[in-house]
């Protein structure tokens, strides 16, 4: 079992900056991607930006460039850092972990709201 915490979510203006945190505990060994997805209202859940044991990051095209995953090994912990902030990244962001054996788990979701 692994479990995930989020932390940082919160209220901010367009243009602004925040960091999410993701600690995972657990059998964290078998953790070999980490993710950050996120849901809007009435929206399906999407993938934000996923990072590899290997450091290998994958980041969907409307945050490219605007937000940053990092991944500290010796903490257990993904972050997730957002810059230039729009309205439309308003969500709850939600920490992935899938494991080697392909289960994942998710964590119960941090509510970024950003304002106009």
């Known amino acids: 079992q692994v479990q995930l915490v989020e932390s940082g979510g919160g209220l901010v203006q367009a243009g602004g900056s925040l960091r999410l945190s993701c600690a995972a505990s657990?059998?964290?060994?078998?953790?070999?991607?980490m993710g950050w997805y996120r849901q809007a209202p009435g929206k399906q859940r999407e993938l934000v930006a996923t990072?590899?044991?290997?450091?290998?990051?994958v980041y969907a095209d409307s945050v490219k460039g605007r937000f940053t995953i990092s991944r500290d090994n010796a903490k257990n912990t993904v972050y997730l850092q957002m810059n230039s902030l729009k309205p439309e990244d308003t969500a709850v962001y939600y920490c992935?972990?899938?494991?080697?054996?392909?289960?994942?788990?998710w964590g119960k979701g941090t509510l970024v709201t950003v304002s106009s």
């Open positions: 992935n972990a899938l494991t080697m054996y392909e289960v994942a788990y």
């Open positions: 657990g059998i964290i060994f078998r953790i070999n991607v």
């Open positions: 990072i590899r044991a290997s450091g290998t990051t």
